[in-house]
């Protein structure tokens, strides 16, 4: 009952005012009239019995506002007066709040968008049932050098059968087929893959359904399911589509459902399994009982409940143990396998990057509030006077606390949401020009827990931003600045405003390094010789159906017949093609090698494979290192022969020539080494996984000695791409009207991708770095142009007493390096420091490369000198005589 | 004086006020003259602290001020207490007489 009568109460108080204060007033006025009535019974005067009476009241007015302060939601409304205070302060110094708006802005923006991206990179979970307690088997190569592996048909069903800790095991395999009818043939991305591989994950199609038991057959698969984006395509968005039949690899197969719209995989990069995948179909019952050394599943493993990932992972150690006991040809390396979280492996590559980012982003907010912190004490300074006349007013210290505070609220709320645009716009930016390993960012959003998040920072940075002037305005003496002349503060407020402008010149060493190693990385990793050219080279694939060209000879027939004709097409210089492009998304092909007779085939090394046409690597510019590139003798009918590269050669058969050496290997993709070939030639080392280093060795084979499909054609021509692709499509469309090219991309872009990361990393460390030394040099600009009205008396009478003018502005340039020499003195330990965070990622560049320090420092002290200089040339363009009289 | 007076009613002041309406309904001045007689000078409650801690029971809703018109004929702002003012009267004294039992006993200790 009580709690509605204090509603009431405070009610009245916030809505009612007017009549409360009319009628406090009339109480007090019949209180006075009252007082008066005693002292003139008492014998006084009407004048005198008045005054008395008032002294008695102890004065209306404080009256009244003691009885305020008593009122409910008295504290709100004076809160709410400093508001619109501090809103009218505000609103009267325009450049003040348009700079720290702007400042704001760009810090809470930054930090807002970037933490939206790491967020949906990092902690935001795959979009499938239970997605943590998805896990990947890897085949753990590391003990014989290389990195991770794909597994094979007969360890997936030895996974399912030996494991209890695991509800099940499902696997994909990524590959290429072609569609045709109801539109152009068209070159499809396809994902073989087990019968239960959908609701392992928990999704269900959109429309139909997805893969099942239903859709096993020992042959060619006959269920296909789409994608939500070749369904629109090619399909229009039939709502009838699923129990459609279409001609995939020119062979019938039933359209049972399509996905939906959102559905994307996310597997680790290395799996090579797209994100966009553009329809699924089953393996066939077949394959437990394939080889057991053709290894190319990517298995995805679901913990059963409360199984813990340890105990998992011991568990699928001690399988992999079990088989290399009970399987002999696994020999003496044994097999190993390799457990991960689904999730964590997916983001291993790109998490240092945006740590990294991250971090720079915080710093470039703590730049941005240390300035508008010392803006804001600038403006208590300048409102001295002001303040002391309000302390003498009466108004406690609390009041003026008060009103800093709401001033810090107003602009940090401003400058949050003008932040929150800021981010949108830069969210925008950045999801369009991710890298592809940052592919999850286009589910970033700006999600409510992220904009709550940024107000309650602004709270807080509104709050810790009124402290600031705070200090300033406690210490100050009131009574000395009223009586006239600069308060008492000013030494120590400059040196306040000088060391918080030390602390960003400090910072923005910190970034232009970090910034300075990205750019070198990235300038290094562009001058790597990737061992080809690719400069005017473009590319595409195509694949030619077996149902039309089922002989090695129809084939071969085929890809002379064509390469001939795209020599022929103008400016054009060369042609060639291989199995796969460098920094390629399809799934590697490696083949086991022994150098000698009798070598252990378990302990065997490993070495990329490709298959290529004879003129692929002039087309590419490879180096000959010894020997000869293929020959159009080099054929089915001929001797096998091999070309392999510096790595395997120096390797296998250190300080002697390979070429006429003898090779094991397995072109036929048996799952073992049992081909006999000799070399005859040796290639520079293909830079074909990473710019960064030598991954594995390589074995080239002639492509009629090991037929491959599709082919990736290499065209070297001086000619313009869109011309050259048209020409292309006109040959086919003479050849074989029904066969498709797709993928059409320059090699330069393949190459790009390999770098995007680091590039996508360095434009933004880099853009942070532009902005940190900009708002340093602004917090320059101000404390310098502080001290030069300080200074102002001093520097007229130096000019008075004969001084020329640019000594005078040397005097207050000196000061600022001053300040330059604090802030790189603190700042290159601290940036030293950083960069060996991101050591990692840096190429060709050590964390403490001297070049970039000794640049980033002079740089910044440049860029203060030229901010001091501004100032203090102003300063002495003033007549000295009219400084000193004004004051 | 003064300032002895002002920290001893502060918790107090309330108490005063409301047992002092219990016995008969006044206006703010006729309260602190009231308090002032009956301790016969000891207390004088000033303007100040008097009217915000009537305004504070008032909002609180333990007494409730009308006009109304004097004897003398002129308006003046008269002061009740209600129902819910009894209630906290009672309450306050309970307290009160706690209060001061507790710091008779720390005095009286040995």
Request: charge should be positive; aromatic fraction near 6%; charged fraction near 20%.
């Amino acid at each position: 009952m009580l709690v509605l009568t204090k509603l009431g109460s405070l009610f009245r108080t916030l809505f009612r005012k007017s009549r409360l204060e009319r009628e406090l007033d009339d109480e007090l006025q019949s209180v006075l009239e009252l007082l008066t009535e005693r002292h003139v019974e008492a014998g006084l005067d009407r004048e005198a019995a008045r005054r008395a009476a008032r002294l008695e009241l102890g004065g209306v007015e404080q009256v009244k506002e003691e009885v305020r302060t008593s009122w409910i939601g008295s504290g709100l409304l004076t809160f709410l007066r400093d508001l619109r205070y501090a809103w009218r302060a505000l609103c009267g110094s325009p450049s003040f709040v348009v700079v720290a708006i702007i400042t704001l802005a760009l810090g809470i923006g930054a930090n807002t968008a970037i933490f939206s991206i790491a967020n949906a990179v990092l902690r935001e979970p795959l979009p499938f049932k239970d997605p943590d307690r998805l896990v990947f088997v890897w085949g753990d190569m590391t003990a014989a050098g290389y990195p991770r592996g794909p597994l094979s048909g007969p360890e997936l069903k030895d996974l399912r059968e030996r494991s209890s800790l695991f509800s099940d095991f499902q696997a994909i395999w990524a590959t290429t087929a072609t569609i045709t009818g109801d539109g152009d043939p068209e070159q499809l991305r396809i994902g073989l893959v087990t019968t239960g591989f959908f609701p392992l994950l928990g999704v269900d199609a959109a429309l139909g359904r997805t893969l099942s038991i239903e859709d096993e057959t020992t042959a060619a698969p006959t269920a296909i399911l789409l994608s939500a984006s070749l369904w629109r395509r090619r399909y229009g968005g039939d709502p009838g589509i699923a129990g459609r039949t279409v001609l995939v690899n020119d062979r019938p197969v039933m359209v049972v459902g399509v996905m939906p719209d959102a559905f994307k995989l996310f597997m680790p990069p290395d799996a090579s399994v797209p994100d966009d995948l553009q329809a699924w179909a089953l393996f066939n019952k077949t394959l437990p009982q394939g080889p057991r050394g053709q290894m190319f599943l990517r298995v995805v493993g679901r913990l059963a409940p409360g199984v813990t990932f340890q105990d998992a992972s011991n568990e699928i150690a001690a399988i992999a143990a079990g088989i290399s006991r009970d399987f002999p040809e696994y020999g003496a390396g044994g097999r190993a396998f390799r457990l991960v979280s689904l999730h964590d492996d997916g983001v291993r590559e790109v998490r240092p990057a945006l740590l990294a980012l991250s971090a720079g982003v915080t710093i470039l907010l703590l730049i941005a509030c240390v300035n508008v912190a010392s803006l804001l004490v600038a403006r208590a300074a300048a409102r001295q006077r002001e303040n002391a006349l309000h302390v003498a007013l009466g108004a406690g210290r609390a009041r003026l606390f008060s009103r800093c505070l709401a001033e810090g609220i107003l602009l940090a709320g401003a400058g949050a949401m003008a932040g929150v645009l800021t981010a949108r716009f830069c969210m925008k930016l950045l999801v369009g020009m991710r890298p592809e390993s940052l592919a999850r960012l286009e589910v970033a959003s700006l999600d409510r827990s992220v904009l709550l998040l940024t107000g309650l920072a602004a709270l807080v940075l509104g709050f810790l931003l009124s402290l600031a002037p705070l200090g300033e305005t406690l210490r100050t003496r009131f009574v000395s600045v009223l009586q006239g002349g600069r308060g008492g503060g000013s030494s120590m407020h400059y040196r306040l405003r000088a060391g918080l402008v030390v602390i960003q010149l400090a910072l923005s060493i910190v970034l232009l390094v970090g910034a300075g190693l990205l750019v070198r990385t990235v300038v290094e990793l562009g001058r790597v010789d990737p061992g080809f050219r690719w400069e005017g080279r473009l590319t595409f694939r195509l694949g030619l159906p077996a149902s039309r060209y089922p002989t090695l000879a129809a084939a071969a027939a085929f890809s002379r017949r064509f390469q001939e004709e795209l020599g022929a097409l103008p400016g054009v210089t060369s042609v060639g093609a291989m199995s796969h492009l460098p920094f390629d998304i399809l799934p590697n092909w490696s083949t086991t090698y022994l150098s000698a007779p009798g070598q252990d085939e378990s302990l065997a090394r490993r070495a990329d494979s490709r298959a290529v046409t004879a003129s692929l690597f002039e087309t590419m510019g490879a180096r000959l290192v010894e020997g000869r590139f293929f020959t159009e003798d080099d054929n089915h009918t001929s001797q096998p022969v091999v070309i392999v590269d510096e790595s395997l050669a120096r390797l296998a058969w250190p300080g002697r020539s390979a070429i006429g050496q003898r090779l094991a290997v397995d072109p036929a993709v048996t799952g073992h080494p049992i081909t006999w070939v000799s070399v005859v030639g040796v290639v520079g080392h293909l830079r074909i996984h990473t710019l960064t280093e030598d991954v594995r060795e390589q074995v080239f084979f002639p492509v009629r000695q090991a037929l491959r499909n599709p082919m990736c054609y290499v065209v070297r021509t001086e000619a313009d791409p869109a011309t050259l692709t048209s020409g292309v499509r006109g040959i086919l469309g003479r050849l074989d009207p029904q066969l498709p090219i797709y993928e059409v991309r320059l090699l330069g872009d393949y190459v790009a991708r390999a770098r995007a990361t680091h590039r996508f990393t360095m434009w933004l460390i880099a853009a942070f770095a532009l902005v940190a030394v900009t708002l340093s040099c602004v917090g320059v600009y101000g404390v310098m142009a502080y001290s030069v009205a300080a200074r102002r008396h001093e520097m007229a009478v130096r000019l008075a007493l004969g001084a020329r003018p640019s000594a005078v502005v040397a005097l207050m340039v000196r000061q600022g390096l001053g300040l330059a020499a604090v802030g790189v003195a603190v700042g290159v330990p601290a940036a030293f420091g950083a960069a060996h965070l991101i050591e990692d990622q840096l190429f060709g560049v050590r964390p403490g490369d001297l070049a970039i320090y000794g640049s980033a420092g002079p740089l910044l002290v440049l860029a203060t000198v030229a901010a001091s200089w501004l100032p203090a040339r102003r300063a002495v363009a003033i007549e000295p005589l009219e400084a000193l009289r004004a004051d | 004086m003064g300032a002895r007076q002002n920290e001893l009613l502060k918790g107090t002041l309330d108490l005063l006020i409301l047992r002092t309406l219990a016995l008969e309904a006044r206006h703010g001045l006729a309260v602190a003259d009231r308090i002032h007689q009956t301790t016969r000078g000891a207390l004088t409650v000033k303007a100040g602290s008097l009217f915000p801690a009537l305004h504070r029971l008032e909002q609180a809703g333990f007494i409730k001020g009308t006009w109304t018109e004097s004897d003398l004929g002129r308006r003046v702002k008269v002061y009740r207490l209600t129902a819910a003012g009894r209630r906290r009267l009672a309450e306050e004294r309970r307290n009160w007489g706690r209060i001061v039992a507790a710091v008779a006993q720390v005095l009286d200790a040995c």
